[in-house]
């Protein structure tokens, strides 16, 4: 066999006992935790959900890992990740109940009311009790354009065909994706099918984007087309899709600023451009009848505490002494954040935004106050299409994020919270010292710079 058929096959493997997995124990409703490191092997169906779920992983990682450096053709690598989605499709969601919370915020959207205003403990839902008890009091932390999109799947009345519509439309947005990366890729001088293949068969788009439907989906296919459309200089469509994207996750707008650097110098098209983003959002926040009232839900998306976070791992160690820092190093995170994506812009003033778009959306999930798993797509998925390189650092991070959360959506990072805070605050002190050493190289060390130069060292 040879070395791509063993890649496809062994993903596709890696996927069918992934949907074993589901089929056994995903998240399911009502909410019940079925799997945790303690309980792990001693569940209602034995050993075979655990060991599923581990050689899926295993080898839908593994499968990933092997062909980035053997693709054959762009087809090749849609048809592939497209087979190691389809065994996912009629099962549970993996990885995570937040689906449910989808189904929920749509129902109430339809119902006349205000998804901002509260969580299902308060506003009710004929589904709560399949909520995650971490969300039941939290309002929509989303944007109106995904209020509105759930809210349709909702109108079918029955929790099971809300989920698929749910789905339906995070697979939209995965192929939005696959049909506008090779427009960005073909721009920075990739290889389109090293971009597809990176993008679209990391295993985060199968068990989180597809199986979970989360709607980064929908998120990073808007702002991949909203960005090939920049890059086209077709402003006012890439302003739409731009807003579009916003409206999903407010996430998207570190991503505008680039955008308006790629359809310069035409000042005109640089006003299309925001004039379509602004237009987009109240057009469809007047539509969902919410006004601006999304905005103020973002604050509840903080609620949860993970070391996966770099700033919260900081603070995390600190609280491990009795000092609560999190809020602290939280905001400066956020600092630092803003700090970062000025001086990207600023640099993306001389050489190519595209490329520095890509960098601002990874430094947006390195500082965040909050990273779930799946957030890696939103750095991963413009980053496979601008690097002209391939490098570790690009798929070890997705690969590790893919296997943190059991089939029932328990992250494994809540049962190694002191030692993960350590080793992320450890990680980080390590990248610091190597940059700064890199950037500031012992003179002595590194010997002279031209012959003779040592003459002039001699003692007299």
């Not at 449910?100 to 839902?125: E, I, M, R, T």
């Not at 190597?434 to 002595?444: C, G, L």
Request: some cysteine.
């Amino acid at each position: 066999m040879s070395r791509p058929a063993l890649v496809r096959y062994a993903g596709l493997a890696g996927s069918l006992c992934l949907a074993v997995a589901a089929w056994l124990g995903g998240a399911s409703s009502p909410w019940r935790p079925t799997m945790t490191p303690g309980t792990i092997f001693a569940g209602r169906d034995g050993v075979v959900l655990p060991l599923a779920w581990l050689i899926g992983t295993v080898l839908l990682i593994g499968a990933w890992w092997a062909g980035r450096r053997h693709v054959p053709s762009a087809r090749w690598a849609y048809v592939t990740a497209g087979l190691w989605v389809v065994p996912l499709l009629p099962f549970l969601p993996l990885g995570s109940y937040d689906i449910y919370s989808y189904a929920c915020q749509g129902w109430q959207q339809g119902a006349g009311l205000d998804p901002y205003a509260g969580g299902v403990d308060l506003l009710g839902c004929p589904w709560a009790d399949a909520v995650a008890p971490t969300w039941t009091d939290s309002p929509a932390p989303y944007g109106p354009v995904f209020l509105l999109l759930a809210a349709a799947a909702a109108k079918t009345g029955s929790l099971t065909a809300t989920l698929a519509m749910l789905r339906l439309i995070a697979v939209l947005g995965v192929v939005l994706i696959a049909v506008c990366l090779p427009v960005l890729a073909r721009r920075a001088g990739v290889p389109v099918e090293r971009a597809v293949w990176l993008a679209l068969a990391c295993p985060l788009v199968p068990i989180h984007l597809v199986s979970g439907a989360h709607n980064d989906a929908v998120m990073v296919g808007f702002l991949v087309a909203g960005l090939a459309l920049a890059v086209t200089r077709r402003p006012l469509l890439a302003g739409l899709l731009l807003g579009l994207a916003i409206g999903v996750k407010a996430t998207a707008v570190v991503a505008v600023p680039f955008a308006l650097l790629m359809v310069l110098p035409a000042k005109k098209a640089v006003a299309q451009m925001i004039g379509a983003v602004v237009v987009t959002l109240g057009v469809v926040s007047l539509m969902s009848g919410r006004g601006l009232g999304w905005i103020t839900g973002l604050e509840g998306s903080g609620v949860s505490v993970q070391w996966t976070s770099p700033p919260t791992a900081v603070g995390m160690v600190f609280r491990l002494f009795g000092v609560d820092a999190v809020p602290v190093t939280r905001a400066i995170g956020i600092v630092a954040l803003a700090v970062t994506l000025v001086v990207l812009w600023w640099r993306s003033l001389k050489k190519d935004p595209l490329v520095y778009a890509a960098y601002a959306l990874a430094a947006t999930v390195l500082l965040a106050p909050v990273f779930h798993p799946w957030y890696a797509v939103w750095a991963l998925i413009p980053l496979a299409a601008t690097v002209r390189r391939e490098t570790r650092w690009l798929i070890i991070p997705p690969a590790v994020a893919a296997a943190l959360c059991l089939p029932d959506g328990y992250n494994l990072a809540l049962a190694v919270k002191s030692q993960g805070a350590i080793a992320m605050t450890a990680l980080l002190c390590y990248l610091g010292i190597r940059t700064y050493a890199t950037k500031n190289p012992d003179p002595v060390a590194a010997g002279p710079a031209h012959p003779g130069d040592h003459l002039s060292r001699r003692d007299p």
